[in-house]
């Protein structure tokens, strides 16, 4: 693609729906957080989006994720054992003056977090429950329940979720992870995207491995 780069590039500012709410969040370049999001203490890779109302706590997202609406990353733990597992134990605050945030229960929390890698597919309605780490090129079902960490490249579905299969082969898929597209730089994403569109997976990593290497580049170079 020769046009100017100033026609081919957007605006790279992550969008930010006036109702979702944020905190403590770093988002990437044109990351988009949807209608009535609630995000707190989470990262966003470059070009992730979250659709509508969906929540995540105490995570690290990927490039390039696409999480849809109504799901829930490292859904809320409560101790079950306690006493009470309801939040009056960790958080009085919210009941009685002069009673803070049990600092020792976040802590906890906050050493479960949830690792997403780059292009990542989680389905309508999944949750993820904490401590999970998901790879690259993984996808997560509709509905889905995942209690358990997700090979690269793999479908996983159902309460709770297990593997259904690969998107790839195992040697296709060790081609994309090397070829990293996720970093590319926008304007090189840009010109592959027909080729994206139109080639087979193998003839894509024909061509695009082929040029990289043509040019003197390692696969993951931007």
């Given at each position: 693609?020769?046009?100017?780069?100033?026609?081919?590039?957007?605006?790279?500012?992550?969008?930010?729906?006036?109702?979702?709410?944020l905190?403590?969040?770093?988002?990437?370049?044109?990351?988009?957080?949807?209608?009535?999001?609630?995000?707190?203490?989470?990262?966003?890779?470059?070009?992730?989006?979250?659709?509508?109302?969906?929540?995540a706590i105490?995570?690290?997202?990927?490039k390039?994720?696409?999480?849809?609406?109504?799901?829930?990353?490292?859904?809320?733990?409560?101790?079950?054992?306690?006493?009470?597992q309801?939040?009056?134990?960790?958080?009085?605050?919210?009941?009685?003056?002069?009673?803070g945030?049990?600092?020792?229960?976040r802590?906890?929390?906050?050493?479960?977090?949830?690792?997403v890698g780059?292009?990542?597919?989680?389905?309508?309605?999944?949750?993820?429950?904490?401590?999970?780490?998901?790879?690259?090129?993984?996808?997560?079902g509709?509905?889905a329940v995942?209690?358990?960490?997700v090979?690269?490249?793999?479908?996983?579905?159902?309460?709770?979720?297990?593997?259904?299969?690969?998107?790839?082969?195992?040697?296709v898929?060790?081609?994309?992870?090397?070829?990293?597209?996720?970093?590319?730089?926008?304007?090189?994403?840009?010109?592959?995207?027909?080729?994206?569109?139109?080639?087979?997976?193998?003839?894509?990593?024909?061509?695009?491995?082929?040029?990289?290497?043509?040019?003197?580049?390692?696969?993951?170079?931007?």
């Amino acid at each position: 693609m020769d046009r100017p780069e100033n026609l081919i590039l957007k605006d790279a500012e992550p969008r930010i729906h006036p109702t979702a709410e944020l905190k403590g969040c770093k988002l990437g370049r044109y990351a988009s957080i949807g209608e009535r999001v609630i995000l707190r203490e989470v990262s966003v890779g470059d070009f992730s989006y979250f659709e509508r109302h969906c929540e995540a706590i105490y995570t690290t997202i990927g490039k390039f994720c696409s999480v849809a609406a109504n799901s829930r990353i490292n859904a809320l733990e409560h101790p079950i054992e306690r006493l009470t597992q309801h939040k009056v134990s960790y958080r009085p605050n919210e009941y009685f003056r002069w009673l803070g945030v049990d600092t020792e229960f976040r802590a906890r929390r906050q050493a479960k977090s949830v690792s997403v890698g780059h292009d990542v597919w989680i389905g309508h309605g999944a949750v993820i429950m904490p401590g999970v780490a998901i790879g690259n090129g993984a996808v997560i079902g509709a509905n889905a329940v995942v209690t358990h960490d997700v090979a690269p490249y793999t479908m996983v579905a159902g309460v709770p979720a297990r593997p259904l299969r690969a998107r790839f082969s195992a040697a296709v898929a060790a081609r994309i992870e090397a070829l990293a597209w996720w970093d590319w730089a926008p304007e090189k994403l840009a010109s592959a995207i027909p080729d994206m569109q139109a080639m087979p997976i193998e003839a894509f990593l024909d061509r695009w491995e082929e040029t990289l290497i043509d040019t003197g580049r390692t696969p993951s170079s931007t």
